[in-house]
Nanobody, 121 residues
Framework: QVQLVESGGGLVQPGGSLRLSCTAS????????MGWYRQAPGKQRELVAA???????DYAASVKGRFTISRDNAKNTVDLYMNSLKPEDTAVYYC???????????????WGQGTQVTVSS
């Protein structure tokens, strides 16, 4: 089995910064894409940013220029650096990995438990 463990959420004032981290661990696996999604109350879960090895990262239009995603393949980690935070960034942020467990013929999506980010004065 594979676990994704997130850290780094919390309360921050508008204009502030936060860093979210996620580490994948468990069975032997190959990760194709890692990313961050978020879900605000009453809204659908949406992609924030994702990164696939060898390709440029993808960002939601609402966070482009403010958020940066980075990945360490050797450590199976993905970080999300969030700057110039706005109240509308308030949501539960979920780490996601599209990965294939060793000896499996296909990949699947795995999710972390979520971490709350609240932007408020």
């Amino acid at each position: 089995q594979v676990q994704l463990v997130e850290s780094g959420g919390g309360l921050v004032q508008p204009g502030g910064s936060l860093r979210l981290s996620c580490t994948a661990s468990g069975s032997r696996f190959t990760i194709y894409t890692m990313g961050w999604y978020r879900q605000a109350p009453g809204k659908q879960r949406e992609l924030v940013a994702a990164i696939t090895s060898g390709r440029d990262p993808d960002y939601a239009a609402s966070v482009k220029g403010r958020f940066t995603i980075s990945r360490d393949n050797a450590k199976n980690t993905v970080d999300l650096y969030m700057n110039s935070l706005k109240p509308e960034d308030t949501a539960v942020y979920y780490c996601n990995a599209d990965l294939r467990i060793a000896q499996s013929s296909s990949s699947n999506d795995y999710w972390g438990q979520g971490t709350q980010v609240t932007v408020s004065s």
